[in-house]
């Protein structure tokens, strides 16, 4: 039995005896809180685009979208369809005439391509005779066939992009009006397409039909948002709720924990509705987070309340006197949790910045809700007490005094450090877009697939300027632009290049009779413009260069295809292409532009902005520590504890993973806030204990006695409940929940281990 700590009277005694007299009100307030803030959720809104990633003023998405104003922009469909066998074949390549005719059918398309329509040019006379390779309505021959096999195979436009080199897969892209002049919603024109995927592969029994593009990626943003909203938080819910029933033993405990839980995750999504945030993979887990947070303030109130009803105390006295002793505690610590989340702010990606603002306010709620719900149900509610699954007090002081007795504790900690700092240099940033998603999403396996059969899933881009006075014709500017094309089609993991310079050739071959030698480009202004002009005209109707120059003829687009690579590699090929530019050709150099090299500098950005919030979070925690303790040295010594879980955790993902992604660069300072919860606990109940005249290891025995149950309970919740996010589909989630239960099982470990012996070693 542990002996009752006599008290004066404090401002936690006043308002513990105000909420317990007035448990009925103070649930009604609760209760009306909770409604405000879950009015919030008719307003609930999913988004279907990967660029909410980045804020309005993002450098690397300005100058995407700066880059899609000067050439035609559109939203992308690529269509793959592939073989164990070759395909330009007689019949399919029929099949595939029908295909592009059929996707001219669909809403809002702007333009479609596949090796059916490409426009194959040949002179005549001294005319440029421009017409699909395969005829419309026509049969074609095998020798037909055999043709068109050659041409394509030896086109540089075409190979690699939409056709493989064997000839076992084909592609048909589709370009679609932008989103914001669309008729149809994007999730509506993904069905469109899905709808004709499904088709079309039911009229080809020996051929995969394999669809991805932009837009699907978009849906499948909203898919996964969906699916970790509707499975891992309830997941979560029932693993918490089923842990806090073994380790507490007492139902009107858990049941108030219960009321408590779901109200603060209410609270979250209605937050996130009032403050018109549209919830993607990263917000949507919000409500988990804040679900195995507020649990734990529910733990200390409710063990210690059972601790006293053990005790031989009545429900009243044990609810007023459990209140009295924690409220400043778990006061402190959900304020510091609600800091380290709210300094997400700092991160340069607004849905992570915004899950720290909602998670914030859903802690808060959880805090306030713990204080008006948990007295009305402790000393009211029917209860059944059990004998519960939890480490007992005697084995909690056993541990107190192995810690304060072990001479090695601070050289193993030290070693630890030395090991997780090597783990750190292995640490490797790796954004995708679409390899945040895992095997579980069509829109991944499907896009894997026509990257290992057709086409590369990562592009860059250049926007290159002719130089003043010139057009994009300009001979000089042409073998810049040549020479540049060449470098590029030499990087590892380049599978195509579009380039005007390819074009240009083919047009001078095709003025040239064909001649294999005319595969150059023309050595004037003149030539190489009207031969464009000539090929523009004799286009069939959609059909233009818009993608390529801009309107004026001044400007260029080169587009670089990657395979097989990572958010990294794409970001060391945007900078090896921009200081080959910068060397070599510095009348064109310019910015690579796209949505990996975005990501990639995104994460690296975020990274940098987080070390400020990082130490925000560490001067304010720190501040409300020593303020709290009103003990300076007793504050800092708690910085130990709190700082090294991160290091330790973040270099084991180093040994072990390796990879980071944006979800990792806000782990550290999340879960700074996190972390001291338990230091908290620790330093507040031992220096009140050393006030009473205790010893150092009488106190801390004490100490470990009093809530060092509580900190083993509410750390396996958190660790379960983060954890969990390592069953979702999208890689930031996976990080941010692997990460962040690491470190709150180091957390734990320093506190309970390495704590002790920091007090003995200061002598505090």
Known sequence: MIPRQKRSSTFSDYLARVLVQNDFASFAAGLLILLFAGLGLQWLVFSTDNRDFFGTNNPELQAVEHLEDVYAQSDILLFAFVADHDLCTPSFLQDLSRFTDDAWL???????ESIANFNHSYSENDDIIVETLV??????????????????????????????????????????????????PRSEMAKVAQEMQ?????????????????????????????????????LAF????????????????????????????VATLGFAGWLGIALIPATAISPLAVMVLITASCVHIVLGWTRRIANGDNRFEATQDTFAENLAAISVTNLTTAIGFLCLNFSESPPLAQMGTIVCLGILVGWVLTALFLPLILCRAPDRQFRPLRISPDAMARLARFALNQRGVLTTFVLLLVISIGGLTQLRFNDSALRYFDESFTFRTDSDAIEESLTGMETVQFSLQA??????????????????????????????VGSVTDVLKRLNQTL??????????????????????????????????????????????LLAVLSGVDGQDVALFARDAEAWLRENEPKIATQAVGMGVAFSKLTQRNNQ???????????????????????????????????????LGFGIWGWWVGDVNLGSTVVTTMTFGIVVDDTVHILMHYQRHRKTGMTRDEALELTFRTVG?????????????????????FAINQHLGGLTACIIVLALMTDLILLPALLKRTNL
């Not at 669909?106 to 479609?112: Q, T």
């Not at 003043?468 to 380049?494: N, Y």
């Open 238 to 265: 029932a693993s918490v709720m089923l842990l806090m029933v073994l380790g507490f033993g007492t139902l009107s405990g858990w049941l108030g924990t219960v009321l408590v839980t779901l109200g603060g995750t």
């Open 106 to 112: 669909m809403p809002d398309v702007l333009r479609v």
């Open 135 to 184: 005829p419309e309505g026509g049969n074609l021959t095998e020798e037909d066939a055999q043709r068109i096999r050659d041409i394509v195979l030896n086109t540089d436009e075409l190979v690699n992009l939409l056709v493989s080199p064997n000839c076992h897969a084909l592609g048909l892209f589709v370009d679609l009006i932008p989103k914001d002049l669309a008729a149809l």
């Open 709 to 729: 149950t509580a900190l083993m309970v509410t750390s396996i919740a958190i660790c379960s409940g983060f954890f969990i996010m390592t069953l979702s589909g």
């Open 198 to 234: 499904a088709q079309w592969q039911a009229s080809l029994p020996n051929v995969s039909v394999h669809l991805t593009g932009d837009l699907l990626g978009g849906v499948a943003i909203n898919e996964a948002a969906l699916r970790d909203l509707t499975s891992l938080i309830p």
């Open 512 to 557: 040239n009779g064909g001649d294999p030698d005319a595969y150059v480009l023309a050595d004037s202004q003149e030539a190489n413009a009207q031969a464009m002009m000539l090929y523009e005209l004799s286009l069939p109707m959609g059909m233009n260069m818009n993608k390529v120059l801009d309107i004026d003829r001044t400007s260029t687009r």
């Open 609 to 647: 902005a987080m070390i400020y919030g990082m130490l925000t979070v560490m001067v304010l925690v720190s501040v409300l520590m020593i303020a709290t303790l009103r003990d300076v040295k007793l504050g800092l010594i708690s910085l130990v504890p709190n700082v090294l879980p991160a290091i």
């Open 467 to 496: 130089g003043p006075g010139e057009s994009v014709f300009a001979p000089e500017f042409l073998g810049r632009v040549e020479r540049f094309t060449d470098w590029l089609h030499a990087q590892e993991g380049v599978v195509f």
